[in-house]
């Protein structure tokens, strides 16, 4: 199918987790994934960032609180500056 005539195909609309979504209604395009057309700041920010700042904040509260947790939060930290420190070699 030409691009010029995809413009006018009919488009089904989603909404899920704060962003909004458009594919295409034609069985035929299936195949062509769904892609964002719109959303609220905090989604985009989920996208961009795996864990917001706030999130963040919760997880330490939350680990000063539940050894495992923090036991695990130390070792993902000590792991980070081990990559970091070395480049990533």
């Not at 199918?1 to 299936?30: D, S």
């Not at 062509?32 to 989604?43: H, L, N, S, Y």
Request: glycine share 4%.
């Amino acid at each position: 199918m030409q691009q010029q005539n995809m413009q006018t195909e009919p488009l089904i609309y989603e909404r899920a987790a704060g962003l909004v979504y458009a594919r295409y209604a034609n069985p035929k395009l299936r195949h062509i994934d769904r892609w964002i057309i719109g959303g609220c700041p905090e989604a985009f920010e989920r996208i961009n960032k795996p864990i917001t700042d706030k999130e963040w904040e919760e997880l330490y509260q939350l680990a000063a609180i539940t050894p495992t947790l923090q036991h695990l939060l130390d070792q993902t930290i000590t792991l980070y500056k081990l990559v970091r420190d070395n480049n990533g070699r």
